[in-house]
């Protein structure tokens, strides 16, 4: 008796030794709430191929539509009205076509995620290890027969969060720093299009291309990185505030998260 | 552009593009579906997780990858040929393109001819002065054996042929030189690339020999431990004096037997796991030299690229040169069988007209060009841009973002299996990158910059 009950002392022993030393692993295995995609797969199912098709010929379409227009048309002004009224054509019948497709995406992804209880969904480029691949699942449900069904419940609180680039960058003093550089850029371009053309030996275009990158990466040191680094400070402020972990780019968000955007923003104003 | 995780050398949008439509319109589309819990949700207050979610600053770990040379002379091959692609322009009427390419045409060929003739010109009279001075100085230093002009006239084709080999010459030695200098580039990367992959194989390899040997020593622990009781009680038995001989056998014997089979269960899993890693160091061994064979493959093919693009520019720039020097004045080689001193007098003499000569034509040449960059300029202007160079450009474009794609995601590859070995190593179960700011999650870049630079010794 007493040596079945040291052999299960022993047994238990082991165990809960091999526990401590595979725990964090298997454990974290277990509650991992972070979830990823891979959307150039979903672009292959066919509806989206079909889709991709039909908005092909349509643009082929338009474009001989648009050579015919333009023939004859020497006005700066009307050539640009007309190549904008072609371009809101191709977009909205991109939206027409597309639109319906993402709708059923965005619930399928929505439903397999809260089924596996994840709480954020990113994009497959930016996950170099672990997390749990959904692709097959949202393709299945979306290649299975009706539409899926939307989940109850909103996504769980993540300790991921995001923010809106574009809206950043939208901020007044965000905004100007980047114009700025923009057209300082282009002035560059165009100076350095110029030597290149007369440039005659390797050596010439390989310093006329140093210089042109030389003055640009001055500039965007002198201008840029500042509002980058604290911009980045701010993020992370805020971010260390809300307990999160980390803070993505929104393109690269496929679902939930924790959108700090307008925290940030406030911060940055 | 002023996002924070801005990656100089990342993937670009134009390499994004390459997914096609479907792929950013995706991207863009379910874009939306975020935002499940919006900035009043309630704080993700998750510290316990900290140590489980990683991330790493891929550009970071791009540049110092033993591929990033390559990399960047791609992204300074493109940069350079969109500083040389030409701009947009406006495209015209087939009628009003036709009429004033016409005239433009009229006017290039007119330039062309008033240069001809100009050139043409000045070429009759430098040689016919340069002539008459060498006459002149062979009629100064003239003696009984001096050349006549036949010899002089074969000299002069003598040193023209000179010239053409040795621009010839000059033009392959560039060649070589930079067909050289690739080879030593490319020489450097596949060693680096070895040892990399040597390295990644040889910390797989230990680690799982590592954990072999761990478990048998947990294995033989275990084993001593539920034994323990009965080893004891054997042991006290064999202490005891008063036992027999037969029953001090007998229990020395069970000892013994005890002993054997633990004995025999560890060796039966070293065994085991001596053919696991055996196993193991092939399957690495192939998957090395796989991964090598299609690194190397995609680097001369790069390379070799390269070379036939210099190549034929090479031929190109000779040609051109070779047609210089058959419009240039026609100067005097030095005849043999003249004294030292009068050769030296008539090389002078040569050098001395030739220098007048290209200086002179120079000048209405540089003329020329001037006409002509304008009326090319007119001429783009009016096609909306050369359509054959546009395409070209675009083309080369093309197959440069397609290289540099390629490459960018090896070296991606390569770098998410070392992060891969770290985040084992460390517990961590999820590790992302172009992270726009860090908060508590664990920064893994500076040690996986470790284990990258340390491949490039």
Known sequence: ?269 | MLQASSSKRGPTGRARAALGIATIALAAGLGGCAGGASSNATDASKSGAASRIGYVRMDELVKVHPLYSQLARLDDDMQALQLRALGDNIARSGSDVAQEERTLQRELDAAAAQTKKALDGKEQEYNRREQAAIAAALGAGASATGPGGQQIAGGVQAAANEQALAVEKAANQNLDAYRNELIKQDEDAEHSLQSSLSQRALREYGAQADRLEKAEADFALQEASDDSAERLSLRTKLANLALDDASHADVKAQLDALEKKEADALGAMKNRDQATLVALQKRLHDDSETELNAQVAQIRKRTMAKIGERAADTRKDVIGQLGRLNTGPGGVAVPGGVSPDMKAKLVALHAKFQHDFNGDASKTLAQFQKTRADLTRRFQELAGVDAGAQAGAGKEMDALQRQRGDLYNQMVAQIGREVRVLAEQRGINVVVSDIVAPAGGVDLTADVEKDIESLHE
């Open chain 1, 1 to 269: 008796m007493r040596f079945f009950a040291r052999r299960t002392a022993a047994a238990l022993g082991a165990l809960l030794l091999g526990s401590a030393l595979l725990g964090p692993v298997t454990l974290a295995a277990d509650v991992t709430d972070i979830g990823f995609v891979d959307q150039a797969a979903l672009s292959n199912i066919p509806s989206f191929t079909a889709a991709n098709k039909e908005l092909a010929a349509y643009k082929a379409g338009l474009d001989r539509a648009f050579a015919k227009s333009m023939k004859g048309v020497h006005d700066q002004n009307t050539q640009a009205r007309i190549a904008q009224e072609f371009q809101n054509k191709l977009i909205q019948h991109q939206h027409d076509l597309f639109a319906p497709l993402f709708d059923r995406a965005r619930v399928a992804i929505a439903s397999v995620a809260s089924s596996k209880n994840l709480s954020v969904v990113v994009d497959k480029r930016i996950v170099i290890f672990g997390g749990q691949d959904v692709t097959n699942n949202v393709i299945d449900l979306l290649a299975g027969p009706g539409d899926p069904i939307p989940p109850v419940n909103t996504p769980p609180p993540s300790s991921v969060g995001f923010v809106d680039q574009t809206q950043i960058d939208a901020l007044p003093k965000l905004k100007a720093a980047n114009d700025d550089f923009q057209k300082f850029q282009t002035d560059q371009q165009q100076q350095a299009q110029a030597k290149m053309k007369n440039a005659r030996t390797d050596a010439d275009k390989q310093q006329v291309l140093k210089d042109y990158q030389g003055a640009v990466n001055d500039k965007q040191k002198q201008e840029i990185q500042p509002l980058v680094d604290a911009t980045r400070s701010a993020i992370s402020d805020v971010a260390k505030k809300r307990g999160l972990l980390l803070v993505i780019d929104r393109t690269n968000l496929i679902y939930g998260g924790t959108d700090i955007t307008t925290d940030v923003t406030s911060e940055l104003k």
